[in-house]
């Protein structure tokens, strides 16, 4: 009975705090659509509402009017360029390191983590003036170079970790059946550590559709903007307009959430897997 | 078992194979000659170059010294894949996102040949392996004896003129690994194709071999027929890696040497005359009588006399198993018949055949037999 009710008491305590940890995590995003969908008075209202009184599609509309498909359309193709650009320069690299000995092979594998230790915003100058110097700035190019350096290190580390778990006779048996190197890594290797790619495509995906220092920086007019610099717009010096930038935020949150829920069995294998060695 | 060994032309030729991995030399001039149709089995402990000898045959490591020969073509630097060899590995290394019969049809998509064919192919080795109602299967979805059909099907296909098995049954519990070690001894009987395989278990190597190539540290310590490497050791580690559980060893000094038999004295002072003989020994020389454990009687019977100090009895059912010590405080152990009782502390008295017992110098060598236990 004693055993039985410090159990009891352990289980209320675990889930309350799994309740609380659970609250914490959702109503932020509670808040932010509820209140994309309340009127300005609503919203700036005392005591707050934690439910709208009354619903409105205002907030949308107003971001509909000012041509948000088309930040849109360029957060895909900034993010999807980053995404498909870490993975075709680092994918290479991360299966040499995992397979191959060579001299300053530890170095070079440190060396490429140099990046990371660095917040982006100290190089922020030098990215600016060499985008400058080569006709880059204010391009949708641009940004998305400028993002390889963060994103591509990652690629090649995490992706490293992951080919170390496929064993060489998976290999060796494609070298057997008469594939050639290049044959044998797209052929086998590549279908078999979809599950690392994706997971690494995912991660680059949302750090360059969520990132705004960059963005700002070097995307200069509308034509080029994404998401980030068009959500800024409505954050003033003295005013922020809380009402189309939750309808945005919630807006730019779904692609992303679609990509996570339709590759979601890949990311979780993929991390899980990649962790084994490393 | 093939009864023409003497006959058969070299199918495979090593010549003084040598491979090493930087300044480490791990296989030191290697010479060996297999038929066509010969099951050769590498046996050794971990660790002394069997597979990696298997790897250089298959061309998937780089021979550091000597020549590799195929039907008498020089094959050092022919790529894997042209050898004409298929390779079945400890871990199946099935192809994850292919079903059973895509991995089975790789080798020859990849080779271009037509689709009709690859099927046709596919299914004749489905039916031979009995894994027709797998082949739409993934390998996760497949038990571990039914991936290493698969495995072996994958090899199949290619017709190969060597088969090269690194310790399939490995993987396997114990059970199935009896299973397939008679499937592949069926496969060997219906292609009578060369296979060439290493394990480590000695079991393994005596139920499949036409002849076993015994390994250690990178040389070859005796090559034979299972009986003949049972009952002709060459050496002392031929003797006690071969035959489970593996031979007693008796200190010992020569009595009396002549040109065809050779006297010692067992632990309990009695001496006995062995049919064995070598030229380079002289009375007073240390030797080490060897006897197995099943070639020892329970009883004073005759023969030679040890008694034995049993302190453990492991009872098998159909066996016995006395492990103790003799007069000489050297561990022993003897197989018994499967009623024997033998409690803990009993002295039992052993009677050992002299004609049974080898013989072997200081230096690990065995000593000549005249007559060979083979043509009793």
Known sequence: MRGGKRSGAVTFFCYAALTLIAIAVVFPIYWLITTSLKTYPEIYQWPLTYWPNTFTAEHYGKIGDMDFLHYFTNSIIISGGTMLLSLAIGLLPAWAFSRYRFRGKIPLLLSVLVFQMFPMAVFLVPVFKLLNATGLLNTRTGLILAYLPFTTPLTIVFLRSFFVTIPKELEEAAILDGCSVTQMFFRVIFPVTLPGIAAVGIYTFLFSWSELLYAMSILVDKEVQNIPTFLSLFVGQYQTRWGPLFAGSFVSMLPPLVIFLLLQRYFIAGLTAGSVKG | ?376
């Open chain 2, 1 to 376: 078992m093939n009864d023409n060994i003497k006959e058969l032309r070299p199918h495979l030729s090593l010549r003084e194979i040598v491979k090493s991995f930087g300044p480490f030399e791990v296989l030191h001039g290697i010479d060996l000659d297999i038929g066509k149709g010969e099951f050769v089995v590498l046996v050794g402990p971990s660790g002394c170059g069997k597979s990696t000898l298997l790897r250089l045959i298959s061309g998937l490591e780089e021979i550091s010294g000597g020549e590799l020969f195929l039907d008498g073509k020089r094959i050092n630097d022919t790529t894997p894949s042209q050898r004409g060899m298929a390779m079945v590995f400890q871990s199946y290394a099935l192809y994850p996102h292919m079903t059973v019969a895509q991995n089975m049809g790789f080798a020859l998509r990849m080779a271009k040949a037509p689709k009709a064919e690859i099927d046709v192919r596919v299914n004749e080795v489905a039916q031979i392996l009995q894994l027709e109602p797998l082949l739409e299967r993934k390998p996760k979805q497949l038990s571990g004896g039914q991936r290493q059909r698969v495995a072996i099907g994958r090899a199949l296909v290619r017709d190969p003129s060597v088969f090269l098995f690194d310790e399939p049954l490995s993987n396997l519990d114990a059970e199935l690994r009896v299973q397939m070690r008679v499937e592949i001894a069926r496969l060997h009987q219906k292609l009578k194709t060369t296979m060439i395989y290493v394990t480590h278990d000695q079991v393994e190597a005596m139920t499949l071999a036409d002849r076993i190539v015994v390994m250690q540290n990178g040389y070859v310590e005796q090559v034979g027929t299972p009986l003949e490497l049972y009952h002709q050791p060459a050496n002392v580690f031929v003797a006690q890696f071969i035959g489970s559980p593996k031979m007693n060893l008796m200190e010992s000094r020569v009595v009396e040497a002549s040109s065809r038999e050779t006297v010692v004295g067992l632990p309990s002072g009695q001496q006995i005359t062995l049919p064995v003989t070598r030229d380079d020994i002289r009375a007073g020389a240390p030797v080490k009588i060897g006897i197995r454990p099943e070639d020892i009687a329970v009883g004073a019977n005759g023969g030679g006399r040890i008694d034995l100090k049993v302190d453990v009895a492991e009872c098998l059912g159909g066996t016995t198993y006395l492990y103790g010590e003799n007069e000489s405080g050297e561990r022993m152990v003897v197989e018994a018949d499967g009623g024997d009782r033998t409690a803990p502390n009993t002295m039992v008295p052993l009677s050992v055949d002299p004609a049974l017992c080898h013989l072997f110098s200081e230096d690990g060598q065995s000593f000549f037999r005249l007559e060979s236990a083979l043509s009793r």
